[in-house]
């Protein structure tokens, strides 16, 4: 597949994607975040992935929506292999059933909080600036607070979109948003610890967080005994967990 404004790569066990429109610094376009549906459709389906590892080329991460192109479609480049719809980025995201890591190495504005606030982990260099700005703008981060509230307390979220002002690293790490600091060795590390990991089960594991998501404690038990039987009896998972047997 050819894509306008990311880029992916599947290496082994990983998925990468790339944010690749450095010009406009990684501003998501409604091309742009159809042709990232697609591409973490293709990792879920892909049983070899385990992991997705999102990146940004240039020094800004993501600088959120652009604004015009979805004022004026026009402006926006087509890609004719994908069919447009609409669709929301925290929506995508929250479409994929594989870990996810956020390698963040320059700010994130408004919109692009969604990028990181759908990944599993999120590690991020010091000293970078977050920055929601919309209040000041006239407009509210309606997207951006419905994924702050899996990560923070809901009255910390409504503050922090209703402050206006950026913060650093330090601060996004405190709230929750990111996980750790970016460091290639622990980067390295986390990537490798799926390498062993039974796809079928982080699949398994990532559908049901978000299934249970509003059932009664007596619903989930029930739902969740049905995923374990369910997955238990994939024949990969039973020569699996046979292996591990013979090992003990």
Same mark, same amino acid.
């Given at each position: 597949?050819?894509?306008?404004?990311?880029?992916?790569?599947?290496?082994?066990?990983?998925?990468?994607?790339?944010?690749?429109?450095?010009?406009?610094?990684?501003?998501?376009?409604?091309?742009?975040?159809?042709?990232?549906?697609?591409?973490?459709?293709?990792?879920?389906?892909?049983?070899? +992935?385990?992991?997705?590892? @999102?990146? !940004?080329? *240039?020094?800004? $991460?993501?600088? =959120?929506?652009?604004?015009?192109?979805?004022?004026?479609?026009?402006?926006?480049?087509?890609?004719?292999?994908?069919?447009?719809?609409?669709?929301?980025?925290?929506?995508?995201?929250?479409?994929?059933?594989?870990?996810?890591?956020? +390698?963040?190495?320059?700010? @994130?504005? !408004?919109? *692009?909080?969604? $990028?990181?606030? =759908?990944?599993?982990?999120?590690?991020?260099?010091?000293?970078?600036?977050?920055?929601?700005?919309?209040?000041?703008?006239?407009?509210?981060?309606?997207?951006?607070?419905?994924?702050?509230?899996?990560?923070?307390?809901?009255?910390?979220?409504?503050?922090?979109?209703?402050?206006?002002?950026?913060?650093?690293?330090?601060?996004?790490?405190?709230?929750?948003?990111?996980?750790?600091?970016?460091?290639?060795?622990?980067?390295?590390?986390?990537?490798?610890?799926?390498?062993?990991?039974?796809?079928?089960?982080?699949?398994?594991?990532?559908?049901?967080?978000?299934?249970?998501?509003?059932?009664?404690?007596?619903?989930?038990?029930?739902?969740?005994?049905?995923?374990?039987?369910?997955?238990?009896?994939?024949?990969?998972?039973?020569?699996?967990?046979?292996?591990?047997?013979?090992?003990?």
């Amino acid at each position: 597949m050819n894509y306008n404004y990311i880029q992916t790569n599947v290496d082994g066990y990983i998925f990468s994607l790339t944010l690749n429109r450095e010009a406009k610094r990684n501003a998501f376009t409604p091309t742009m975040v159809n042709e990232i549906a697609h591409a973490l459709a293709e990792a879920d389906a892909d049983d070899r +992935v385990k992991v997705v590892v @999102v990146r !940004a080329n *240039g020094p800004v $991460f993501c600088a =959120g929506m652009d604004l015009k192109t979805y004022q004026d479609p026009s402006l926006d480049q087509q890609n004719p292999e994908i069919t447009n719809r609409a669709i929301s980025l925290g929506e995508v995201f929250d479409r994929l059933n594989k870990p996810s890591i956020a +390698v963040v190495e320059g700010d @994130v504005i !408004a919109g *692009g909080f969604l $990028f990181i606030l =759908g990944c599993t982990y999120v590690l991020a260099k010091e000293n970078l600036n977050f920055k929601l700005p919309e209040v000041n703008l006239g407009i509210f981060p309606f997207q951006v607070l419905a994924s702050l509230v899996r990560v923070m307390p809901e009255k910390k979220a409504l503050q922090l979109c209703l402050d206006g002002e950026p913060f650093t690293t330090s601060k996004a790490k405190e709230y929750g948003i990111v996980d750790d600091y970016l460091v290639d060795e622990r980067l390295r590390d986390l990537i490798a610890s799926f390498e062993n990991k039974n796809t079928y089960a982080l699949q398994a594991g990532m559908e049901a967080m978000k299934a249970i998501r509003g059932m009664d404690s007596k619903g989930q038990y029930d739902y969740l005994l049905t995923c374990l039987s369910k997955l238990r009896d994939k024949e990969e998972v039973k020569k699996q967990i046979a292996d591990q047997l013979k090992k003990a």
